[in-house]
């Protein structure tokens, strides 16, 4: 299935999401590390960065990609033409009606581009036509670039928890927007 957001005037000219499948877990990881290794230098462990991180997404991702398949959400990949320029990966709504966004990522050279927005929009249909009230996401308490992406784009801070990444002490923040009903 491709979900083309072009039409929509919100997303940016070229810009095309699609669903994942399992044989794009090996990009997937490599997206999500190649984000990491960028965003989050000096927030995590360099060995977890530079030495860890690949290879633990390519542990994770073939066996998430099977399980959103099997109806536990989805992943969308971002691409202008046919480089790929980013990923999003929503749960399917929990028992409050609220999908979780378990990862959002733009490669570093496509931040600002509007990628990460039209994936957000795309979230907020998917989680609609899923019935779906409100979106929530967690992001690293130093991650200053991430949490003004987020707040100018509505999400409001809703909870703070201390968490584990990378073998590091993190603060991770929990961010919510309600989604307009109808």
Same mark, same amino acid.
């Given at each position: 299935?491709?979900?083309?957001?072009?039409?929509?005037?919100?997303?940016?000219?070229?810009?095309?999401?699609?669903?994942?499948?399992?044989?794009?877990?090996?990009?997937?990881?490599?997206?999500?590390?190649?984000?990491?290794?960028?965003?989050?230098?000096?927030?995590?462990?360099?060995?977890?960065?530079?030495?860890?991180?690949?290879?633990?997404?390519?542990?994770?991702?073939?066996?998430?990609?099977?399980?959103?398949? &099997?109806?536990?959400?989805? $992943? !969308?990949?971002? @691409?202008?033409?046919?480089? *790929?320029? +980013? /990923?999003?990966?929503?749960?399917?709504?929990?028992?409050?009606?609220?999908?979780?966004?378990?990862?959002?990522?733009?490669?570093?050279?496509?931040?600002?581009?509007?990628?990460?927005?039209?994936?957000?929009?795309?979230?907020?249909?998917?989680?609609?036509?899923?019935? &779906?009230?409100?979106?929530? $996401? !967690?992001?690293? @308490?130093?991650?200053?670039? *991430?949490? +003004? /992406?987020?707040?100018?784009?509505?999400?409001?801070?809703?909870?703070?928890?201390?968490?584990?990444?990378?073998?590091?002490?993190?603060?991770?923040?929990?961010?919510?927007?309600?989604?307009?009903?109808?």
């Amino acid at each position: 299935m491709a979900i083309d957001p072009v039409s929509d005037s919100s997303a940016p000219p070229g810009l095309r999401l699609r669903s994942a499948t399992v044989a794009d877990a090996a990009l997937v990881a490599q997206m999500h590390t190649r984000s990491r290794v960028s965003t989050y230098r000096g927030m995590l462990a360099d060995r977890y960065l530079d030495h860890e991180a690949l290879a633990e997404g390519l542990a994770l991702w073939p066996t998430k990609l099977r399980e959103l398949k &099997a109806g536990a959400g989805e $992943l !969308l990949i971002a @691409e202008r033409g046919q480089t *790929a320029v +980013g /990923f999003v990966c929503m749960l399917a709504p929990d028992e409050d009606r609220s999908v979780y966004i378990d990862n959002l990522h733009a490669l570093p050279e496509h931040k600002g581009s509007g990628a990460g927005t039209a994936m957000l929009d795309e979230v907020r249909r998917w989680a609609a036509a899923r019935g &779906a009230v409100q979106l929530h $996401l !967690l992001v690293l @308490e130093a991650n200053v670039a *991430a949490i +003004g /992406f987020y707040e100018a784009c509505g999400w409001r801070l809703s909870g703070k928890k201390n968490d584990r990444m990378g073998g590091s002490d993190i603060v991770a923040l929990v961010y919510s927007l309600r989604l307009d009903p109808g």
